[in-house]
């Protein structure tokens, strides 16, 4: 194993797969081999979704593939043994509870209900930093885009445009927002005492503003001593670093520590056609490169300030996990400083996790769980994933021939 402040190599297959017996390995292999071809995900990912809806019994073929490589059960006990696994390699865990597509407030309600749950199962458990959240589990979709076109509409600060915003609102609207609010709080509040950090998904930049408030406020609130809330910044966008920038300048001014967690961003397409059709500027970067330096200035902006940032570095690009690393060799900070913290996605980029907590490295991966039906959705975006983010599944495929290969050696 190699010492920990060593920077870490990637291409230790040994230590990456270790978790993993050979059988899994060649699922694993079997799997990302079905994903790299672009037309068997397209209708598969549609036969799917209609034989969910035809109550057609697909569960079990499911279960059996990309649910056991993506997810880490249908419920919270279910996820007991492989948080285990992962804490026996140093491995932390971002629990998710990844139900989707789910509207009305009692199911919000209880979306809540089991946030509040999973923030007590994670105080149990010695390697659950962390939970995720997202928005539209707790709130109405059509909601967010109101209030985000109305606060758009304003040229103010964002909390200024966010109380002018919600002015608007009719007394019904206004009070579907107090819903989501005390939900939002509520969660928020109960993981901040148990001492569990929450993150929120970063969505599409039609609904992200509200998002952004909530975030601002529940970090004022929560995070006075200890990041405990993070928002999550989209470096596929070209203003984030500016607002993180902006965030940051509020939160030192009223006393509070910035929660950043860093993505590229899921939802290029989706962004770039939607302006396209209604003819606004595009809000995304216009090259790969482009994201590229935007993230690796944003994380170098970050740990220069990590006194008043906490940072979580969420990316399964390698140079950017290692320049996480190599900037806090850099300025003589430790790997495991608890202002930063590295994740990956549970059954993505083995490579990356398990090599950066040998290093020392406070390290997770991002794990979901949930009934089936219910995480369909998330399946669905990691196998369309897998398939459009380019390299991705060539190099999940080359890192486990090349441990099969090793061990057939070693054997
Ligand atoms: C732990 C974790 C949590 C996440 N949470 C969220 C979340 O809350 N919200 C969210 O939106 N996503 C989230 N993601 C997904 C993330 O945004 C990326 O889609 C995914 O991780 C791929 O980016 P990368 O940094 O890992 O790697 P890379 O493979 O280096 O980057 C691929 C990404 O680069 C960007 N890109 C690709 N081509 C271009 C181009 N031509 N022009 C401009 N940009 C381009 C896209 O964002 C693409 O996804 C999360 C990922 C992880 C690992």
Redesign the pocket.
């Known amino acids: 194993m190699p010492s920990p402040s060593l920077p870490p190599s990637f291409d230790n297959t040994a230590l990456a797969f270790n978790y993993k017996s050979d059988a899994a390995l060649k699922k694993a292999r079997f799997l990302f081999t079905v994903m790299s071809n672009p037309l068997l995900v397209l209708v598969g990912t549609r036969l799917v979704s209609w034989a969910i809806r035809m109550g057609l019994p697909v569960n079990g073929l499911i279960r059996s593939t990309l649910f056991s490589q993506f997810i880490g059960g249908e419920t919270l006990e279910q996820t007991v043994p492989v948080a285990a696994k992962l804490n026996s390699f140093q491995v932390k865990v971002?629990l998710d509870y990844a139900v989707e597509g789910k509207q009305g407030d009692h199911f919000y309600d209880q979306a809540r209900d089991q946030f509040l749950r999973v923030i007590d199962f994670a105080a149990t458990h010695p390697n659950i930093p962390f939970i995720?959240i997202?928005l539209t589990g707790l709130a109405r979709f059509e909601l967010l885009e109101e209030l985000n076109k109305r606060m758009v509409a304003i040229d103010k600060p964002l909390l200024a445009r966010y109380e002018l915003a919600l002015n608007q609102l009719s007394p019904a609207t206004l009070n579907e927002w107090g819903r989501v609010f005390s939900r939002i709080e509520k969660i928020c509040f109960h993981a901040t005492t148990k001492k569990i950090a929450v993150?929120?998904?970063?969505?599409e930049t039609w609904i992200q503003e509200p998002l952004d408030a909530l975030c601002a406020i529940q970090m004022e609130l929560c995070n006075k001593k200890f990041p405990f809330v993070y928002n999550?910044y989209?470096?596929?966008r070209t203003d984030r670093l500016t607002f993180l920038q902006s965030m940051h300048e509020l939160a030192t001014s009223r006393g509070y520590i910035t929660g950043a967690?860093l993505?590229?961003?899921?939802?290029?397409e989706k962004e770039r056609k939607r302006a396209a059709e209604m003819g606004y500027a595009s809000p995304?970067?216009?090259?790969?490169?482009?994201?590229?330096l935007l993230?690796d200035q944003t994380l170098r902006f970050c740990i220069d300030n990590l006194n008043q940032v906490g940072v979580?570095v969420?990316?399964?690009?390698e140079?950017?996990s290692l320049l996480a690393f190599n900037l806090l060799k850099e300025q003589g900070l430790p790997p495991d400083h608890p202002h930063i913290h590295w994740?990956?996605?549970y059954g993505?980029?083995d490579n990356i996790t398990f090599n950066l907590a040998a290093a020392g490295c406070s390290v997770?991966k991002?794990l979901p769980f949930g009934p089936i039906e219910d995480v369909v959705p998330y399946l669905m975006r990691r196998a369309q994933?897998n398939t459009?983010?380019?390299?991705?599944t060539g190099k999940e495929l080359r890192l486990i021939q090349k441990e099969l290969v090793r061990r057939a050696h070693s054997a």
């Open positions: 971002i995720s997202k993150t929120l998904d970063a969505e999550t989209q470096l596929y967690k993505v590229r961003g899921a939802y290029m995304i970067n216009p090259t790969k490169e482009a994201t590229d993230y979580i969420a990316s399964h690009n140079e950017s994740s990956q996605l993505m980029s997770s991002y994933e459009s983010v380019k390299g991705q």
